[in-house]
């Protein structure tokens, strides 16, 4: 058995009505993909972005945090070495206090002596 040959003018004909039609939809709605694509992708740039921002903002506050805790250090030794030279100022005066007592006891000492 052979093909019988199609002619030419009926393979045009439905290539206009059949597969023309097909081929342009399917044409159109590549190009719709495309566009829809490339939103997408624009889309995703911009999430892209906001994301890179927020763990940059996460890592700020990683190191905020980070300091936070290094001044929260610093403030406690800086607290200790007031109270120490609060405690050294208070020894001295307290030293002077007693030197003046001493010889506050010295002159009453002598005053309480008997005159001769």
Request: aromatic share 2%.
């Amino acid at each position: 058995m052979s093909d019988p040959a199609i002619p030419f003018s009926i393979l045009a004909q439905f290539h206009r009505e059949a597969v023309a039609p097909d081929i342009e939809r399917i044409a159109a709605r590549l190009e719709a993909l495309e566009v829809e694509s490339a939103a997408i992708e624009a889309a995703l740039r911009r999430v892209e972005g906001r994301l890179d921002s927020l763990v940059g903002h996460r890592e700020l506050a990683a190191e905020v945090r980070s300091l936070d805790g290094r001044l929260s250090g610093v403030e406690k030794r800086l607290d200790e070495l007031v109270v120490s030279q609060q405690r050294d100022a208070l020894l001295a005066e307290l030293q002077k206090l007693r030197a003046r007592v001493s010889v506050v006891e010295t002159q009453m000492a002598t005053l309480q002596k008997p005159l001769p």
